[in-house]
């Protein structure tokens, strides 16, 4: 997979790793143990394996869901950016973590309709989706400081390259 990047164990990066453990099965958090034992031998950066999470999380009754859903959609008092978000989470059931982590590139607006690849997948979003999301583009936050002016994230943090924190 690194190879296909144009990359080597040494010159991974959080980004990759992220990336991989992204966009793949969950067994991959069993690659913890290599990880740790290439970083203690300076094969690699220093790089941290996300947690294993256990159990399964609680689900929202469905008519909670559905008034959150309705809430996000239409508040315009809500940040957009948590509306956008928070949408991701209720109708395509996305991690923050990976949420966190869309590059702009993964947005393609084409007339009215907006599209968003999350992994391999390119899916059209629907309305009022959609508009919230195609405006995110447009008013990204953070993008005003000299170290963030050109951000490849969809939701980029406050400091220069990272993206917003999903805690």
């Known amino acids: ?10 010159g991974c990066d959080q980004h990759d790793l992220d990336e991989w453990f992204a966009n793949g099965p969950t067994t991959r958090i069993f690659v913890r143990r290599f990880i740790t034992f290439a970083v203690q031998r300076r094969i690699c950066p220093p790089l941290r394996v996300p947690v294993q999470q256990h159990g399964q999380p609680n689900a929202l009754p469905d008519h909670e869901r559905v008034a959150l859903v309705r809430r996000l959609f239409t508040d315009d008092t809500l940040a957009i950016v948590d509306r956008v978000a928070g949408l991701l989470v209720l109708l395509y059931a996305q991690p923050a973590a990976r949420i966190s982590r869309l590059p702009v590139e993964a947005v393609t607006v084409t007339g009215q309709q907006v599209w968003l690849r999350i992994a391999a997948e390119q899916l059209p979003l629907p309305e009022p989706l959609a508009g919230l999301t195609a405006r995110l583009l447009a008013q ?20 220069a390259g990272q993206t917003l924190s999903n805690h």
């Open 140 to 159: 990204r936050r953070n993008m005003a400081t000299a170290a963030n002016p050109s951000s490849p994230w969809l939701f980029p943090g406050a400091l």
């Open 1 to 10: 997979w690194l190879r296909s990047r144009g990359t080597t164990l040494a």
